[in-house]
């Protein structure tokens, strides 16, 4: 059965204050024919309810089963509705409609996220706050956001979402069923950065370099970051954004990006442990991994080259976008009291 529109009531209320169809669409920029509908079934049952529907009775998502999902639930929210599914002798799509609809639970994906303390929150919420107001003057259309990741030469691959669909065993085999792993592979860190209409070249981290303060100032803040934010920004301001990483936080490094940029969020105003705040943690990287990490390697140059293709590819539209969710993310933060938030507007 369909829900009920969230209108019925409100169309209702203004058919009781004698209002014409034509009045009420105008007033609450409905579809003419929802009200229209709306108005017949009131006037022929009085009440806001629906009309009594035929059909065969229900028999799958019973109210009985209904109970025990959620029960089952209850007892344990990680649960497989496929596996629920099996469990309870019903389609998928039964059971989707049982938790979804019936229940009006939803599933959620497990991530992985640093601990939040109630300290954490409330001083996450406070930057957030600070930091979106700077946004409403467009702020983050001219800041530089930066990061750094980890890539290796092999493949990153789920054994559960990845398959391989063959005749037998040894065909499946043979298209790469098989991901060979090695216990300490290859790897390059990359340093990346992007504004809402531009990024600047691929840093590569030298082979077995700790990237300490004095690397991170020397290697990539100056050879890197000023000299393409001084050519794409010319005599306009900017902002450099970096986290909380102990390179970025140290105090003659602080010191630096106040001496040398025109402006800098420090590290006493963004918010710790907030990789869903950083376009390039919450989108830029996903989008090179699910570019570049989907086979093996066998060399680092064959990845460096393969990196550096994805990372051109980025397209300005893409980029601001990405820019453009930053505002929206903060004010999800704020709405979650600091916490963790799945979805925002």
Known sequence: MARASPYRTAIIDCLRRGMTNSDIVKKLKVPRMLVHRTAVRYQRLGTP????????????????????????????PERSIRKMAKEFKMCHGSMEIVVNRKLDFHSYRMQKAAFLTKKNQLLRKQKARQLLLGTRSGTHLRTIFSDEKIFTIEANKNGQNNRIIATDFETACKNGKIINKTSHPASVMVFGAICADGKMPLIFVDPGAKVNQFYYREKILEAGVLPWARSHFGNHPYIFQQDGAPAHR??????????????????AEWPASSPDLNPLDYAIWGYLTQKVSTKNYSSLKALKDALVKAWEDLQPEYLRVVVDAFPKRLRAVIEADGGRFEKYR
């Open 49 to 76: 309810d629906d009309f009594s529907r035929s059909g065969r009775p229900i028999t799958v998502t019973t109210p009985a089963v209904v109970k025990a999902v959620r029960e089952r639930i209850r007892r344990n």
């Open 250 to 267: 140290a105090k003659d490094t602080q010191k630096w990006c106040k001496d040398n940029f025109p402006e800098f969020i420090s590290a």
